[in-house]
């Protein structure tokens, strides 16, 4: 029998030190991992609270989660809680300490797919358009920040980890290390261009001597994405922009106005660095919503009635 502390402990040592996890992600690990002793804990199958894991069986973790989707936990978090016990019964098969993973074959129940929000252009238009003084640095960096999430698709991490030398000027391309460390080239507007520009005219009188990063803070270091969403936020109320504005929403509407012009799903997945394409299909479901909308208000025998008032006209 292994004492379950111990074995936790144990893979905790591993994932910080062999695959060398940041505290957040160890974090996660320890409270997803956590909930599931607790649950072992309390129950008939350990009377004494000491969980050996060798007798786990599928049963007990389909009960588990059946237990936390009870509780109020979604899908996408137990999909989580799931990758966590797995990730620890196959460190603990490595061990020696059990003969299987019970998780494999335990489903997360599904969830319904939100569609992710979006600015019209109109919208983006009046966000972007600005009468700032364009000799102020923060209002410059704000600018072009702005342009470019919404120019190139980026995501806030890949926006915040830009350095100076990920411009190609002569080409008006962009190089972004994104998820999974993948590199991607990606062209950047007209309108994000001039921006960038006037921005890295004034960046040196903000930026320390030795800060290599594209956007820098007031105190002259690498901006934080903190920062961003604040800033992003502070000028969708200055300029009356409808509903929330965070920097993925930027990154939603880019991808959705792209195939609605394009219509090629293959071109908007390589921009938005998607490794599957089904991740990128979601914005078909958005581009199909905004086609019932314009169908619905302008075809003359399209105007929707309720199905009772339907059936009582039928009658």
């Known amino acids: 029998m292994s004492s379950g502390n111990a074995a936790l402990d144990g893979f905790y040592t591993y994932l910080s030190s062999e695959r060398q996890y940041s505290r957040h992600t160890l974090s996660n690990y320890q409270r997803d991992l956590g909930r599931l002793q607790d649950y072992l804990q309390h129950s008939t199958l350990f ?26 936990l979604g899908g996408k978090s137990i999909q989580r809680l799931l990758s966590a016990i797995r990730s620890f019964y196959k460190y603990l098969h490595r061990e020696g300490l059990v003969q299987q993973n019970p998780a494999l074959g335990v489903q997360a129940p599904k969830s319904p797919r939100r569609l992710p929000q979006t600015l019209d252009v109109d919208q983006l238009n009046q966000l972007l358009e600005s009468d700032d003084d364009e000799t102020d640095p923060l209002a410059c960096r ?33 190089r972004v290390v994104g998820k999974g460390s993948k590199e991607r080239l990606l062209p950047i507007g007209r309108k994000a261009m001039q921006a960038l520009d006037r921005w890295c005219d004034l960046r040196d009188s903000m930026a ?19 920062s961003v969403q604040l800033r992003i936020d502070r000028r969708a109320r200055m300029q009356h922009t409808q509903g929330k504005v965070y920097p993925h929403r930027l990154r939603h509407s880019f991808a959705s106005h792209m195939l609605e012009s394009s219509g090629d799903l293959r071109a908007v ?39 009772k008032k339907a059936r009582n006209d039928d009658d």
Do not use: C
Not at 142 to 169: F, K, T
Not at 216 to 226: A, L, N, P, Q, T
Not at 276 to 293: A, E, K, N, V
């Open 269 to 307: 997945q390589e921009l938005l660095g998607h490794s599957d394409i089904s991740t990128t299909q979601i914005y078909t479901h958005l581009d199909f919503r905004h086609l019932m909308d314009v169908y619905d208000k302008a075809h003359p025998r399209a105007h929707k009635q309720s199905p």
């Open 208 to 226: 320390r001597p030795e800060e290599m990063a594209l956007f820098v803070s007031k105190r002259g270091s690498r901006i934080s994405g903190r």
């Open 47 to 72: 009377p004494d609270g000491r969980v050996d894991w060798a007798r786990i069986e599928p049963k007990h973790i389909r009960n588990f989660i059946a237990w936390v989707h009870r509780e109020g």
């Open 142 to 174: 704000d600018q072009a920040m702005l342009e470019l999430i919404y120019s190139s698709g980026l995501r806030l991490s890949e926006l915040v980890s830009l350095d100076l030398h990920s411009i190609d000027w002569q080409d008006a391309s962009l």
